[in-house]
């Protein structure tokens, strides 16, 4: 079996690793020629995949920037990035780029499973036409599927195959074959009856969590006022065994999805005179936070009668989530640039992120990093940190994910 996956980013590369790990020979497509390269050479740039696990798999997975290498494989997955534009609406334009280019080699019997996370319809009234330009018709001459990846950057307790993997054909016989393709790779596989479907439950499953992200959030803003510490508050109502599912407040949501996806829906809700409240609103709660934790920043250093402007304030983590280094749509970042803008001086420290391409910045090791600091602030709880010893060497720390809670020092503020 072959198998070409094009785009190998945080989705791409796991999934070309383990289909090369079950024996099957993989071509891995991207655009970027320094990944491809890099790849080849057994650089991983994905936290997940260690390159002892690419090195392993090194014989079967070949890396290309060339459409034409695709002619021969069985089936190709497609793992590009679907982004919003600057006005917040979907930018198809790596998922048509693909599609196009894909178009002038495919061949008859293979199968196209679209991954890229998108609004229902894409795959069967924008891929497919594309795919058609090659004169080849879909459902007769090639097959076609959506299958969501469920991917969580950074988690060990669940991987790909022991993740259900959710699919929609666009015919019976494309559901099979897009079956028979995961069923190598997945122990269980969740069949719908339509690419709409399988792409509207993703969406599900991202509003979902945006959606409760931003009612914990609004609470954590409400409880700041009330003088109610919001960790105590989620840390018991989680402990009712029924009818409740933890969410943590932060500094907002970051990465490529939640911040994302939700206005894919949105948008495509409008083409039906539906507005979706619940994901804008969600959206308007989340976009707010960075601009509270800059307020309870600025009340901080004003209660240690310091000014924001000459302040040295320290971001401990600047990625959007802990364990990795993906920083897209971090909430780090609006804090750099919230900060900067009323005069600190701000610094950061981040092992997984050793510079913060456009804002001049390059982690500062740990602890000279402190030195000198007015304020810290953990943006980012990455794992193996001592927030104990941190807190000791700072003069005042604010704690925007809550990992002080039980450290009872008096000198830390938390959201
Ligand atoms: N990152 C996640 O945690 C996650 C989880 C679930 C779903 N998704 C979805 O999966 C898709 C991919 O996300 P990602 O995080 O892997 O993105 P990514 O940016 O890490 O990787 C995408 C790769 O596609 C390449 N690319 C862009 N245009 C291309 C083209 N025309 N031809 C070939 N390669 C091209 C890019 O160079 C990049 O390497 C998105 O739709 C995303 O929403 C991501």
Redesign the pocket.
């Known amino acids: 079996m072959s198998i070409g996956i ?7 590369l796991p999934l070309a690793v383990a289909f090369a790990e079950t024996g099957v020979d993989v071509v891995g ?4 020629p320094r ?1 491809v390269e890099s790849i080849a050479a057994g650089r991983s740039h994905v936290e997940d995949i260690p390159d002892a696990r690419l090195a392993a798999v090194q014989e079967r997975l070949k890396t290309t920037t060339a459409y034409a290498d695709l002619a021969d494989v069985e089936a190709v997955v497609i ?4 982004p919003l534009t600057p006005n917040r609406e979907p930018d198809l334009g ?1 998922l048509r ?2 599609g196009r ?1 894909l178009a002038g080699v495919l061949r008859a019997g293979q199968l196209v499973v679209l ?4 609004y229902p319809g894409t795959t069967r009234e924008q891929l497919l036409p594309l795919l058609e330009e090659s004169g080849l018709a879909a459902g007769r001459d090639f097959n076609l599927a959506f299958s ?6 950074g988690r060990t307790d669940h991987t790909l195959r022991t993740t259900p993997k959710i699919l929609g054909g666009l015919t019976e016989t494309c559901g099979d074959r897009a079956a028979a393709l995961y069923g190598q790779v997945c122990d269980e596989l969740v069949r719908v009856s339509t690419p709409e479907a399988a792409e509207m439950s ?1 969406l599900l499953e991202n509003i979902f969590r945006s959606v409760n992200i931003a009612l914990v959030n609004e609470l954590a803003m409400l409880a700041d006022r009330m003088d109610i510490d919001i960790w105590e508050v989620v840390d018991a109502a989680a402990t009712k065994p029924y009818g409740f599912m933890r969410f943590e407040p932060g500094p907002g949501m970051g ?3 939640l911040p ?2 939700p206005f894919y829906l949105s948008w495509r809700a409008r083409e039906f005179d539906l507005t979706t409240e619940f994901i804008e609103l969600a959206g308007k709660v989340n976009q707010q936070m960075p601009y509270h934790c800059v307020e309870r920043i600025v009340r901080a250093l004003n209660d240690a009668g310091k000014a924001v402007r000459g302040a040295r304030i320290v971001l401990l983590g600047v990625s959007y989530k802990a364990g990795v280094g ?1 920083v897209r749509e971090s909430p780090a970042l609006k804090l750099v640039s919230l900060l900067r803008d009323l005069g600190a001086d701000v610094a950061y420290h981040d092992e997984f992120v050793p510079e913060l391409t456009g804002y001049d910045l390059r982690s500062e090791p740990l602890p000279g990093a402190l030195e000198g600091a007015d304020m810290g602030v953990i943006v980012t709880a990455h794992p193996g940190i001592d927030w104990a010893e941190i807190a000791a060497m700072l003069p005042a720390l604010v704690d925007l994910r809550g990992v002080t809670r039980n450290l009872h020092v008096e000198h830390v503020i938390r959201l």
């Not at 497509?29 to 970027?32: F, I, N, S």
């Not at 793992?79 to 679907?82: G, H, L």
């Not at 991954?115 to 998108?118: C, M």
Request: net charge negative.
């Open positions: 094009i785009g190998l980013g945080y989705v791409g497509l991207d655009v970027q990944k793992c590009v990035p679907t790596p780029d693909a280019r991954e890229s996370t998108t969501p990846e469920r991917v969580d950057p993703k990465g490529h999805c994302v996806d993906d």
